[in-house]
Nanobody, 126 residues
């Protein structure tokens, strides 16, 4: 069982930046971020695959958010720039364990992840 610890949420104004971090207690195939706003479904934000250091982004955040990973620290960081009120949500870190099926994963869907953090609130005021 891998545990995830998120940090870095908060209250900012539109146009500001925030950095979210997620530390895993063990090795994983990939780590990512999803978010859920009140009354909305959970939405894919970004993912980082350790092998190849591939990065993935949801359409809503492309060009504004950047994900990076530190293999030694088992940590991924989501740098969020030019935040808007539409980015307000609880942000969840997620991790996918390596299995024989991992190569077929797009890493865009919540069901592809096995472990989840508790979530961190990001609020962007206008």
């Amino acid at each position: 069982q891998v545990q995830l610890a998120e940090s870095g949420g908060g209250l900012v104004q539109a146009g500001d930046s925030l950095r979210l971090s997620c530390v895993a207690s063990g090795r994983t195939y990939a780590m990512g971020w999803f978010r859920q706003a009140p009354g909305k479904e959970r939405e894919f934000v970004s993912a980082f695959k350790w092998g190849g250091r591939n990065t993935y982004y949801g359409d809503a955040v492309k060009g504004r958010f950047t994900i990076s990973g530190d293999w030694g620290l088992k940590t991924v960081v989501l740098q969020m720039n030019n935040l808007t009120p539409d980015d307000t949500a609880i942000y969840y870190c997620a991790a996918s364990k390596e299995t024989v099926y991992s190569g077929a994963y797009s890493l865009l869907w919540a069901y592809e992840y096995d472990y989840w953090g508790q979530g961190t609130q990001v609020t962007v005021s206008s």
